[in-house]
């Protein structure tokens, strides 16, 4: 009856079944992954965000592929602030698509480039959601590593190594999730040069390139002229508004790839015209929302990075890794057990609630995965029981 792309395990794994049962004896859980800015505690202008719905125009329909012009010209002034290699680049409303999520955006740019089984390579570690992303439209994924050291680097040999026949994109996150790692001017430039070179796209998550923490962005691939790309962003990150449901796509490259994607683009975007009205209308407003709510989140996200080095002074068996950008920090700790193992322990005895390595494809056991967006209370509480309890095994 159903496509073996649907086939999924759907019983719950130990972990999910631990957190459930947790939930369910409804004693406190202290939330170390809590990432949904919405219910972060943050200050958002609600009167500014709900008048910004309110536009008269949003009484008309007057479709557009790529999405209304007044909306794509509020995304084209948002990267026309933005300083990528020390100067301002401009991005044109032309080149720009707008989808409802950037899960959709992925949907349109595999559904472009990929026949079924061709491949995409995309970062290890990295966001979970791709496997599923990539199954839905038939596509492969093949992983090329990070490695850490002092800093998360592209293992560009082993990339390299990955490109078959079917080999259609590379796929960066920059800065990654959840390794907060930024890819770096000479990184972008040389996939972009192999992208050429190999007649391979480049897609760029660039969903958290506004979140400097510890490193500053140097690089965007909407600013790509090199190989055909594609840089994907949105307000559900940007405005820290997920549930408003918008996001676009960025298309550069040489002319004529550029102008072939446009075109392709503007039919696979005509069939859904999935992005209603009412959000077109109020983007450039939301959009001006992150003057308001980044140096919120970058202080709380500054603030737990302090609070957690300041506990770690005197741990013996954890460590923290650089973060150069992003709502993530990952903890190398002793992979004495499992890491799904270690995060059902930290749940059961103690009520805290971390994300082991392994759901984000790290290669090997010893890493845990904390949101640096979690309020600072809760913060402080649950990593004070994580580091007391791994030090204490020593
Ligand atoms: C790397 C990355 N890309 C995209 C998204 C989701 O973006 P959207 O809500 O626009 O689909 C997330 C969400 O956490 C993410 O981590």
């Known amino acids: 009856m159903f496509a073996r792309r649907t086939g999924w395990k759907l019983t719950e794994n130990r972990y999910s079944a631990a957190l459930h049962k947790a939930r369910a004896q409804g004693g406190r859980l202290i939330d170390l992954t809590a990432s949904n800015p919405t219910h972060g505690n943050f200050d958002f202008d609600s009167a500014a965000i709900l008048s910004a719905l309110t536009h008269r125009e949003s009484l008309n329909y007057d479709p557009d592929p790529q999405g209304l012009l007044s909306a794509r010209n509020a995304v084209a002034g948002y990267y026309n602030t933005k300083k990528v290699r020390g100067t301002t680049h401009a991005a044109s409303p032309e080149q720009i698509f707008l989808t409802t999520s950037t899960s959709e955006g992925y949907s349109y740019l595999f559904r472009l480039l990929c026949d079924p089984g061709d491949e995409v390579l995309v970062a290890r570690p990295s966001y979970p959601l791709f496997e599923f992303l990539a199954e839905m439209q038939d596509v492969q994924l093949r992983c090329y590593e990070l490695f ?136 450039p407003l939301l959009l001006d929302q992150r003057f308001n709510v980044q140096p919120q989140l970058v202080r709380r996200v500054r603030n737990n990075l302090a609070l957690l080095d300041k506990r770690l002074e005197s741990a013996r068996a954890i460590r923290r890794l650089v973060v150069d950008g992003g709502w993530y920090a990952v903890l190398r700790v002793p992979a004495r057990q499992s890491d ?38 809760e913060f402080r509480e649950g990593a004070n029981v994580v580091i007391g309890f791994l030090d204490g095994l020593l």
């Open 148 to 283: 850490y050291d002092h800093g998360w680097h592209i293992d560009f040999g082993g990339l390299e190594g990955l490109i078959t026949q079917r080999t259609r994109a590379v796929l960066v996150v920059n800065p990654n999730n959840p390794t907060g790692s930024f890819v770096r001017c000479q990184e972008l430039d040389q996939i972009a040069a192999l992208c050429r070179k190999q007649t391979l796209a480049l897609i760029s998550d660039e969903v958290f390139l506004d979140y400097e923490i510890e490193g500053a962005s140097e690089a965007s691939a909407a600013f790509s002229n090199e190989c055909l790309s594609f840089a994907l962003s949105g307000l559900s990150k940007i405005s820290c508004l997920p549930q408003m449901k918008l996001a676009w796509i960025v298309v550069n490259g040489p002319a004529e790839l550029r102008d072939q994607a446009h075109a392709r683009l503007q039919i696979i975007a005509d069939t859904y015209l999935s992005v209603n009205a009412p959000i077109q209308h109020a983007l």
């Open 340 to 377: 799904e193992d270690l995060a059902i322990e930290l749940i059961q005895r103690f009520g805290v609630i971390v994300h082991p390595g392994h759901f984000y494809d790290f290669p090997q056991d010893g890493y845990i995965v904390v949101s640096l967006i979690t309020p600072d209370e």
